[in-house]
């Protein structure tokens, strides 16, 4: 199986328990069909119920003056809470309409994984549906003993070995699509950070990577690392944290783009939600999004993993989405929300599979998995109204029960739809873990 996203530090017990209940996996999945509608609203008791979930909210949207939003599926009828895997599997042998033509009108980034080559595959077919792609190449880090240290330098950054020069010159004669690999800040936080030199060497490595391949930016990755270090939680680290983003920003910001003279090259940087009510001190806020503002030019929210195998449940619920950009962009007026633009918000095209019974466990679902898991069991898939999303429950060759969550037409154009009146644009994860019929919707 590809492998997914790292996994990211993961929430204590305590900040779960607040989030999605304490109920038992017995609780949660009973034997009746009506037992498994009820058990994922467990998951979100904390959530509440979702107003409005459907068109009604995007004719509400569209009566403000927004684009008409009609791509191919809406117009079939295939975005709906009661499907069929019958219908899905037909689905998927079609061959995606419109493949050039974008609906989504604000930016789309879409990450892709040198594990996964289905996602350069997806780039160059669907290439005019994305404004930025985000290849995930590099990792900064420190040097350990077996490299020999050039000019003092304790730094290097590892990855062009994964860059596909091919792949790349083919996108550029198809789309005009912005190419930021991720960056994955790896170094040893307390040394970066304090260390002049050391941030003056991590930035011009960067900066010359991306003169010398031609990218424009790069996605950068440090927070979640960060916070496992202890650094977010000291003031004084924190500021230079914060100072170092803002500083690599700038130096990015003054060069050029070698294929567009007219444009900077561009610096978004990877942000996590809140694991709890309220912001805690290693939580990235809406005061750390004013101070990056300007040397930042998008903010990639994760909103995705929200369960996990020891509480399975939902991948990202709707509700939990909304109240993210509530506790970051504040209620409408703050002047966080002038920066909304500059979001794109977490939207992930992978699922899980978790174990029910006879012990916890579970694993990423792609979508070749998915379709395999779909033809072998031909389940009865549900729609869960509180999350948004839909799911079905199978038990495999050793009568262990599973709950398969996986994305749909339907709980992505909510996603989509919930973005949109925010103003933001997305970001998802990861383009090859995804069936083709869902970039009609982008």
């Known amino acids: 199986m590809a492998r997914r996203r790292e996994r990211r530090v993961e929430p204590s017990q305590e900040r779960r328990k607040e989030r999605v209940g304490t109920a038992t996996r017995e609780d949660k999945f009973s034997d009746s069909d009506a037992s498994d509608r009820k058990l994922i609203s467990i998951f979100v008791v904390f959530f509440i119920v979702i107003p409005a979930i459907s068109v009604l909210v995007y004719s509400i949207k569209n009566g403000s003056g927004t684009k008409r939003f009609e791509p191919v599926v809406t117009e079939r009828g295939l975005i709906k809470t009661d499907i069929s895997y019958q ?34 595959e997806i780039a160059n077919r669907f290439s005019s549906k994305f404004t930025h792609l985000s290849p995930v190449w590099y990792d900064l880090k420190s040097k350990s003993k077996g490299f020999v240290a050039s000019q003092g330098s304790s730094l290097v950054l590892d990855g062009r070995h994964n860059a596909d020069k091919g792949w790349l010159s083919e996108l550029r004669m198809k789309g005009d699509a912005l190419v930021l690999p991720r960056v994955v800040l790896e170094a040893f936080p307390t040394k ?67 294929r567009n003279p007219e444009q900077k090259l561009q610096l978004v940087y990877v942000i996590g939600p809140p694991h709890s009510e309220k912001l805690q001190q290693h939580d990235f806020g809406p005061e750390d999004l004013q101070s990056l503002s300007d040397a930042v030019d998008g903010f990639s929210l994760m909103t995705y993993d ?42 992930n095209f992978y699922g899980n599979d978790f174990v029910l019974s006879g012990g916890s466990g579970g694993a990423a679902v792609i979508g070749r998995d998915y379709l395999s898991l779909l033809e072998k069991h031909r389940p009865l898939i549900q729609w869960e109204k509180n999350s948004g999303e839909h799911f079905f429950v199978y038990s495999d060759d050793n009568n262990v029960r599973h709950a398969v969550f996986y994305p749909s037409l339907m709980s992505i154009y909510l996603r989509l739809e919930e973005a949109r009146s925010w103003g933001t644009g997305i970001s998802i994860w990861e383009i090859g873990q995804g069936l083709d019929f869902f970039f009609g919707l982008l």
């Open 87 to 120: 219908e899905i599997l037909a689905e998927n042998l079609k061959i995606p309409e419109n493949a050039s033509q974008r609906h989504y009108d604000y930016p789309v980034l879409a990450y892709i994984t040198p594990w996964n080559s289905r996602g350069y």
């Open 192 to 258: 970066l950070l304090k260390k002049k030199k050391q941030r003056d060497k991590a930035i011009d490595l960067i900066v010359t990577e991306c003169k010398e391949m031609d990218y424009d930016g790069i996605v950068l990755e440090s927070w979640s690392r960060w916070a496992a270090y202890g650094v977010l939680h000291d003031p004084d680290m924190r500021n230079m944290a914060l100072k170092f983003i803002k500083q690599l920003g700038y130096a990015l910001h003054s060069v050029r783009s070698a």
């Open 306 to 347: 929200f369960s996990g195998p020891n509480n399975p449940g939902p991948n990202a619920p709707i509700q939990w989405i909304r109240f993210t950009l509530q506790l970051l962009l504040g209620p409408p007026g703050n002047n966080a929300q002038s920066l909304a633009p500059k979001i794109f918000l977490g939207i």
